[in-house]
């Protein structure tokens, strides 16, 4: 399908790179497209970014009905637009929409389209060091009926916004809260796809932990209340004597793709990392015994996340020496040093943009 561009009338001012944030800046168009069931995905348009009007009984906003990605658009050394495992994302955009009853997309066709996204948009892409275009697409259910069942009728959209650290710690130890008290996800609902609702469950756990002074909060699993998961933001990843620990993706964990890169990279470090149950109890009994080195996170916004701080009950577990480890740093500059092209990409993950 030929994508439709309408460029606007009027341009919004850049930003000041060095105060970007994250997620507070959006740039001057977007790409929408539609979906009816005797069209399917039809009308694909690069337009100015503009409000979605709604009827009030859009079922999305009373059944949730939602799903997005997040990944980011890189401005290397030489001053091109590059894209770090793009297709992964779209794939898993397919997935959760299998999971929530939305029609799936044409990932090459996302793919495409986007990248003549950046092309109009190729000045909203950052070159001061850290920063970077935070890239969202989004399906939305659009009937306006009010009753319980899967909408006929979608609209799916990409904008872009010009970003900074996530963390305002920046590339520094953040301090986390374990809670037993609340739950994200179980196995058999939706935690492994990446859908509103899973976000809407965080809020609450998130802000008790915001009052604590942390950063994020550690999800166990819903049943037994024991067992790690993920943080609000993040995969989580725990280095115990000189074993790289993670959750096995069991169903209600996301599966990240830059969870699937650290892993790639760590083992070709050749270190030993393990998928598997971990507890809680097992990463205080480490902390004792002076086997736990490490503890971080892993996602699109933040790539690498060192943990410095656990708070579990009335226990807080200070992880090494409280400064960002050696293995999260080793892990983080290959990472970024990928996305910037500023290493060898030798497992082709990196898709140039024009």
Known sequence: MPVAITKAATLKPKQDET??????????????MDYHPD????????????????????????????????????RNDAGAIQLFRPQENFKRLNRSAHRLCIPEIDPDFALEALKQLLLVEKDWVPSAPGTTLYIRPTILATDPFLGVRASFTYRFYIILCPVGAYYSEGFNPIKIWVTREYVRAVRGGVGETKTIGNY????????????????QVLWLDGVEHKYIEEVGAMNIF?????????????????????????ITLAK??????TERKISIDEVVDAHAAGTLKEIFGSGTAAVVSPVGELKYGDQIITVGDGTVGPLA????????????GQAPDPHGWIVPVG
Do not use: C
């Open 19 to 32: 105060k970007l944030g994250f997620g507070t800046f959006f740039t001057d168009h977007m790409f929408n």
């Open 39 to 74: 069209k399917g995905w039809h009308n694909p348009r690069i337009e100015p970014y503009a409000n979605i009007s709604m009827d009030p009984a859009t079922m999305v906003l009373h059944y949730g009905q939602g799903i997005f990605e997040g990944l980011k658009a890189y």
């Open 200 to 215: 809407a469950a965080s809020l609450y756990a998130g802000e008790r932990a915001h009052k604590e002074g942390y950063t």
């Open 238 to 262: 725990f280095l115990i004597d000189d074993e790289l620990i993670t959750p096995m993706l069991s169903g209600s964990i996301l599966p990240g793709v830059t969870r699937d890169s650290v």
């Open 268 to 273: 070709q470090m050749d270190l030993k990392v």
């Open 329 to 340: 740093q080793k892990l983080y500059d290959a990472i970024q040093g990928i996305q910037f």
